[in-house]
């Protein structure tokens, strides 16, 4: 539009001339027609007139009766097409402006208006103001405003709509730029004119006919005049700016707009919402709609103009209106109101947030089921596409649930599934939005899950399940958290998923799973195996399946008959684990290691299925797992051996083939300081099995041996040991350490373990290649260049000369002495770290040699000799107790110090003076009669075991059992738990027993008649076991006394048959500081046991394992995290478990010492006190 022409007042001034007629008493003459209408002029514009003729020439006659409708041809003819000119008027030469000819015909009017008929100025206006909205020019427009203003001014318009549809278009064009905002003050003004004539009372009216015309709207110059009357609405009459000016009804607006097509067209739908917005912000407006009833009418176009998308501005307007009348609206609206706000999007007011469901709960009551069946997917796709309402969005998927259930029709049940697969399926779905889809699909299936009713619904609605899994974390807990008992029947495991059909603990009979048999489990591999192979891009997704996917594969009775899918995820894993590609976590504290931690955990679990997987196959997995160990961090490595133990244990002839392997591996992880706990544990555990021991040649054995001596090495070159390289229990006394510190004097302490099973597990020909290198590893040279030999070191060292010197020999039976053997002679000496007893009989020469030393006692008879008969030189040997094979040459203590060479009553073999044994003086300590402190200190010496004796609990669980009163009065167990017991050592009678039975009462069978007990050459094992404890008359003195042992035990074993997890704090005690708890891998009731359990085979048996450590404690057993074992593999298992546990405890308590305890350096201690105590006065050189 063109709007650089200038325009002077709409209003003529009042010198201005007027017809005669409308001027009584005027003496003015008036121009004829002649004058003005004269066409022979050779200039002249359109009219027939030229320019100046109507101001100079006021007199038109004789054409005052033709005047309007040659303006009016005039007009037409401007319009007409260039063709249309020759049939002209003659009157007519040329085609001048329409703005010029609009401008005349306002300047005819003013002057000349007596002589426009009604009709005639009707049909003028109309053909004007059409010409004027088919023009792109702004001075036309103005134009005619101004013909429209004067109009108004000095005359009558007959039909108001044309002008004021005209003034309405006018506005609109001008608010459509701001270059134009002048037309659109100016259409403004020319209202406000009309508004203040005559017309006045028709304006709004006909603004309002405009408005609400709507089978008008598919004219875009009458469209356009409704925008505009729209927007002179919004802008000056909702409410009036201005004192005259009326302001427009709003009822009467809000009805007339009700029936526009207000969805259809989004220009409309703009500003009507604008209009809305205005209406309900401005205070008086507001009032009137309220007290018209308009309230209903206002929410019913709101919710028109929302079901669109709607300009910014406009929401903003209209929302910032509806959310501060949110009170004054009925009770009624607040569920409409509540719906567009979800329509647009926004966040729902805390006034509504619980109306927006009102709708569906009263459908649902009044079993409206067609509410549900045909109108629930409208809002399901405007709650699921925000994250506005994860609330409403939960609940409403609840209800739609509930109308689930309660109607009969199945095609709007597949339905409402299909609609919330599709939309978990969808890219554009967020993933929280994902998790409250899914568990719609959750609560459905686990509606009801014990009955039988409901089977076919969850067949078919298992495998979308499975699919739903990959996008969510709700679905894919519920997945992973099916079971089978026992029985095989089926349940959910209600630790993994929280739905509230499912309620916790044993006792809860409904989380049953009805129709387990008839899932189908491929759909489930298919998912899991999908899962895993391509990743999904979910973390959280990812996390679920890596973490639960263990407990689902240990459910060996579920998997019965499914081995091909299993096999198929060992595969899967296999392939992973040798592509070394993992997924990257994206929480920070996470890196790669825990992924591959976590499938190393899942095919852990699978390995399980050793007996029925190909043979070929195991292996795969044996050496996929060697292979990861070492190939990382040292996290890995860690689970890597953890897995490997489990293996020993369940294929130990399988891990045979493979133990030069392994120990190669573990060689090579020597560097790695984060792993001597893990290896050094898995050498001692390895130590006991002598199958696996066969094919090892005498190489493996010193790498073992030099793993030992490198982790030796890397303990003594801290600092805190470099203080003590040859600690006593007096230079230690009261030194504080640190837990770090704790850890590498439980690795100091391992290690020499380690060496000392190994040594014990070596066949005799091994050793003696291989001692001189053992021995070489126990010693070190500090930096001064002097060799040392620390106290644990030596007693290891004494105990391999043990056990070399006590294979050259019967073993002994306790001799005793006769009569017939007369006088009794008795001597003690102590050479070196040994205490040497001589017992002869003068009479018969018998004597009986008690060699007493840190790591144990033995006895040596010397061959009958009499005083008369002399032995040959040949002889001497048989007169000879070997005591020690430190060497080749030992020296020797005769047996009578006056028997030269021994030749009568023989002599003992004895470490020579440079051995770490032995010492360059032998003490004769005095008679026991001259000195009965001699007598005292051998006897607390005997008292002192030679075997690390410890202790351990055994509490057995019974079926839903959770308090501790109840679980301490059992006095039995399931009849697998028995058999466990058997596997755990050897049944001990505790009446005059001579073992340290750690408390256990010896004398009158108070804590029963009978322990479990199990030991080796250097480490006794006693068992605390409630159910073998009597109860009293009074159960609480009964718990008391059983609690007295397993409270102060720092290991305690459960085996838990309850059904549940067991809490650490069941038994509150400051001194438990592990729980090694035993569950079976499927849930077992207590009859089950009996009748199923116990009839099958051990190694068909699997039992779940796991250590449960004090917070604060650290946790380094291979069953920090559950592992799954046969029930032939169970004992030796857990008792290996407890016995490291009981070793780290022992030092974890004794902190501040920072050693382990042992008795052989408790006995090394006593001898050497002996041996200082009388070296000054009794020593002889040897």
């Known amino acids: 539009m063109d709007g650089h022409q200038q325009h002077g007042p709409l209003r003529p001034a009042a010198s201005e001339w007027r017809p005669l007629s409308s001027m009584s008493g005027s003496s003015h003459h008036t121009p004829t027609s002649s004058t003005i209408l004269s066409g022979h002029h050779p200039h002249v514009n359109g009219t027939g007139l030229k320019p100046m003729d109507l101001q100079n020439h006021r007199d038109i006659a004789p054409d005052e009766a033709t005047l309007c409708a040659r303006l009016t041809q005039a007009i037409i ?29 306002s300047t005819s009017i003013q002057f000349h208006a007596k002589w426009f008929a009604p009709a005639a100025l009707g049909t003028l206006l109309e053909s004007a103001l059409n010409a004027a ?99 002179i609405t919004i802008d000056k009459l909702l409410p009036s700016r201005e004192e005259n000016v009326p302001s427009m009804n709003a009822i009467q607006l809000v009805r007339g707009l009700w029936n526009c097509p207000v969805r259809k067209n989004a220009i409309l739908r703009e500003h009507v919402a604008l209009m809305l917005g205005t209406m309900l912000q401005a205070d008086q407006v507001f009032q009137e709609l309220v007290n018209d009833g308009g309230l209903g009418l206002s929410l019913d176009l709101i919710e028109d103009c929302v079901t669109q ?18 009170s004054s609206f009925e009770l009624r609206h607040q569920p409409d109101m509540a719906q567009i706000f ?78 919330l697969q599709e939309m978990i399926q969808s890219t554009t779905t967020t993933a929280t939005t994902k998790d409250i889809l899914a568990k719609g699909i959750v609560r459905i299936f686990c509606h009801k899950t014990q009955k039988e009713k409901w089977e076919g619904q969850r067949n078919w609605l298992f495998p979308l399940l499975c699919q739903a899994a990959r996008h969510s974390v709700e679905a894919t807990k519920l997945v992973l958290s099916i079971r089978a008992d026992a029985a095989g029947e089926g349940y959910l495991d209600a630790t993994r998923v929280q739905q509230p059909e499912i309620p916790t603990g044993r006792s809860a009979r409904f989380n049953q799973l009805y129709g387990l048999s008839s899932l189908s489990l491929e759909a489930l591999v298919d998912a899991i195996y999908d899962l895993l192979v391509r990743p999904p891009e979910r973390w959280d997704v990812y996390n679920a399946v890596l973490v639960s996917l263990p407990a ?32 990257e976590p994206p929480l920070p504290d996470l890196s790669k290691s825990y992924v591959i ?73 020597v560097t790695q300081r984060s792993l001597a706990i893990y290896v050094l544990e898995f050498f001692a555990g390895l130590s006991r099995f002598a199958d696996l021991q066969d094919r090892l040649r005498r190489e493996d054995f010193k790498r073992i041996f030099g793993v030992c001596h490198s982790y030796l090495q890397s303990v003594r070159s801290t600092s805190s040991l470099e203080r003590k390289r040859t600690p006593t229990s007096e230079q230690s006394a009261g030194m504080s350490s640190t837990s770090s510190e704790d850890m590498a004097q439980y690795v100091y302490a391992l290690a020499h373990h380690v060496i000392t099973f190994w040594y014990m597990a ?33 007693v290891t060292i004494d105990l391999m000369d043990r056990i070399d010197a006590e294979e050259q020999t019967v073993p002994t039976p306790m001799e005793t002495f006769d009569d017939i053997d007369g006088r009794i002679v008795k001597l003690h000496r102590v050479t070196g770290i040994l205490l040497i007893t001589t017992e002869t009989a003068l009479r018969t020469g018998k004597t009986v040699v008690t060699i007493r030393r840190p790591s144990g006692t033995a006895r040596r008879v010397l061959a009958n000799r009499t005083e008369k008969e002399r032995c040959q030189p040949g002889e001497l040997e048989t007169l000879t107790a070997s005591v020690t094979l430190e ?111 750690q408390g256990l009462d010896r004398a009158e069978d108070m804590d029963g008649a009978y322990t479990m007990v199990w030991n080796n050459e250097v480490t006794e094992l006693v068992y605390h076991i409630t159910t073998f404890m009597p109860n009293n008359e009074d159960p609480k003195l009964a718990v008391i006394n059983k609690k007295r042992h397993i409270g102060n035990d720092f290991v305690n074993i459960v085996f838990n048959n309850s059904g549940s997890d067991f809490n650490f704090n069941t038994f509150p005690s400051a001194f438990n500081y592990v729980y090694i708890v035993i569950s079976p891998s499927e849930r077992t009731s207590f009859l089950q046991a009996r009748e199923i359990t116990c009839n099958k085979p051990k190694q068909e048996r699997f039992y779940n394992v796991k250590v449960l450590s004090r917070p604060g404690f650290p946790s380094l057993s291979s069953a920090v995290d559950v592992k799954v074992i046969s029930g032939a593999s169970l004992g030796g298992y857990v008792r290996n478990l407890a016995l490291n546990a009981c070793v780290f405890s022992l030092m974890w308590q004794a902190g501040d010492m920072g050693e382990y305890p042992s008795s052989w350096r408790q006995r090394l201690h006593m001898i050497k006190r002996l041996y200082g105590q009388y070296k000054g006065r009794l020593a002889i050189e040897q």
């Open 77 to 105: 003819n401007h319009n007409a097409p260039a063709h249309d000119d020759a049939h002209a008027s003659p009157v007519i030469s040329g085609k001048a402006p329409l703005s010029q000819l609009l401008q005349e015909t």
């Open 133 to 231: 909205s088919l023009s792109s020019s702004t001075s036309d427009f103005y134009a005619a405003l101004t013909l429209i203003d004067t109009t108004v001014t000095y005359s009558l318009i007959p039909e108001l709509r044309p002008a004021v549809q005209f003034i309405s278009y006018a506005y609109y064009q001008g608010g459509r730029m701001n270059r134009h905002r002048r037309l659109m003050h100016q259409a403004w003004t020319v209202s406000q004119h009309m508004l203040a004539s005559h017309h006045g009372g028709q304006f709004k009216e006909t603004l309002l006919d405009i408005i609400t015309s709507h089978e008008n709207f598919h004219d875009k110059y009458k469209f356009s005049a409704a925008i505009g009357a729209l927007l």
């Open 309 to 326: 998308q709607l300009d910014k501005t406009a929401v903003e307007t209209l929302f910032l209106g509806l959310e501060r009348r949110l």
């Open 342 to 419: 979800v329509e647009v999007r926004r966040p729902l007011p805390p006034s509504l947030a619980g109306q927006l469901l009102a709708p569906w709960h009263r459908a649902l009551m009044l079993d409206e089921y067609d509410m549900w069946e045909k109108g629930y997917r409208g809002l399901l796709v405007q709650l699921s596409d925000s994250l506005l309402y994860p609330d409403e969005l939960d609940a409403f998927i609840n209800l739609s649930v509930s109308a689930y259930f309660q109607t009969e029709n199945l095609g709007a049940r597949r339905d409402f599934v299909d609609a």
């Open 552 to 583: 689902l594969i240990r459910n060996h009775v579920l998997w019965k008959g499914s081995f091909r899918q299993m096999n198929l995820l060992r595969q899967a894993l296999c392939d992973l684990l040798k592509a070394d590609s993992f997924v």
């Open 597 to 669: 931690i976590q499938l190393i955990q899942i095919l852990t679990a699978i390995i399980s299925y050793h007996y029925c997987l190909p043979r070929s196959d195991v292996k795969l997995a044996i050496v996929t797992i060697i292979n990861v160990a070492g190939s990382r961090d040292y996290a890995p490595s860690i689970h890597c051996i953890h897995a490997l133990t489990i293996c020993c244990y369940e294929l130990p002839e399988l891990m045979a083939s493979y133990m030069d392997v392994v120990i190669n591996k573990m060689a090579k992880m």
């Open 762 to 794: 070596l066949r005799r020909e091994d050793r003696h290649g291989l001692k001189e290198y053992i021995s070489g590893c126990l010693r070190y040279t500090d930096l001064d260049g002097t060799e040392h030999i620390e106290e644990q070191g030596l």
């Open 887 to 997: 060497t080749n040459h030992q020296d020797f203590l005769n047996v009578f110090p006056d028997d030269t060479d021994g030749r009568i009553y023989g002599k003992v073999a004895i470490p020579r003076p440079y051995s770490a044994l032995g010492s360059d003086k032998i003490i004769t300590l005095p008679n026991e009669d001259d000195d009965p402190a001699v007598l005292r200190a051998i006897q607390t010496f005997d008292r002192v075991s030679a075997l690390d004796s410890h202790k351990a609990g055994v509490i057995f669980v019974g079926e839903d059992q959770t308090d501790e009163n109840q679980i301490l009065l059992n006095t039995s167990g399931t009849p697998d738990y028995r058999e466990f017991l058997d596997d755990l050592g050897s049944l001990r009678k505790l009446k005059g027993a001579t073992f340290n039975s």
